[in-house]
């Protein structure tokens, strides 16, 4: 199935407001096929998952990316020392110990130094091959039947998320499913949601390209019978009908 097909099943079954992004992880400073999208200034890695999710194609390299946090993440600089010792989350109200923000970056998943050139995102439908992660930022509901369609395909293994409700888009939904090569889900964080247009009932999951093609097919077969009942609310429809058993 070509990656427009994958994407127009991930929309129709999901009922996708935005696109899914597909992420490319460059491991030099040879850009092609990605020389003519937009090069973003001074962005954060949320904001640029957000310019691809309404359908741009952007680069983004280590000098113009924003966020210190991220940038550690991705391995492009070392990370500040007032996010290292946590005082800087205290000073952002996330935490009200430094030790807790130090415990917090101290456990964070990262790429080494020098692993990633730059950043290239997109819209999955119009990626020029298999992307190494594909981002999907949508309401929760939307959300749950992809992680569905994963325990399926683990046959039925119970399914975890990581996350320190810190980086959830460059960490949670990047970094480890690349890292670990597995879908990984988040409820968000203080920056991405303050950073871009993501809604209060809007969350975050990722997953490693070479999931698509199972996942998508698990989505049909999801998208045939229980997507469908679900949203309809037979069993809360058939309850209210009764009226109040008052």
Not at 76 to 92: C, I, S
Not at 118 to 123: D, G, Q, S, V, W
Not at 158 to 176: F, N
């Amino acid at each position: 199935m070509s990656l427009a097909a994958s994407t127009d099943t991930l929309k129709a079954v999901l009922g996708l407001r935005a696109e899914p992004v597909a992420v490319f992880l460059r491991h030099d400073e040879n850009l092609a096929p990605f020389g003519a999208w937009q090069r973003l200034r001074a962005h954060r890695y949320c904001q640029a998952l957000m310019r691809a999710r309404h359908g741009a194609s952007v680069l983004l390299v280590p000098d113009e990316l924003a966020c210190p946090a991220a940038a550690a993440a991705f391995g492009f600089r070392a990370l500040p020392e007032n996010l290292a010792n946590g005082k800087g989350l205290v000073g952002f109200g996330i935490v009200s110990r430094p030790e807790t923000g130090q415990a917090m970056f101290a456990g964070m998943s990262r790429l080494e130094p020098g692993a990633v050139g730059a950043l290239a995102l997109c819209p999955l439908a119009v990626a020029p091959h298999l992307p190494d992660v594909v981002v999907v930022e949508d309401e929760a509901e939307r959300l749950m039947w992809l992680l569905l369609a994963d325990l399926n395909v683990a046959g039925g293994a119970r399914r975890s998320a990581s996350t320190a409700v810190l980086q959830a888009t460059c960490v949670d939904a990047t970094i480890i499913p690349h890292l670990e090569q597995r879908l990984n889900f988040s409820l968000g964080c203080y920056g991405c949601r303050e950073a871009t247009d993501l809604g209060t009932a809007d969350t975050v999951l990722g997953f490693p390209g070479a999931m698509l093609e199972p996942l998508v097919a698990a989505l049909v077969a999801l998208g045939d019978r229980a997507v469908p009942r679900s949203r309809a609310k037979v069993a809360y429809t058939s309850l209210e009908a009764k009226g109040d058993p008052r």
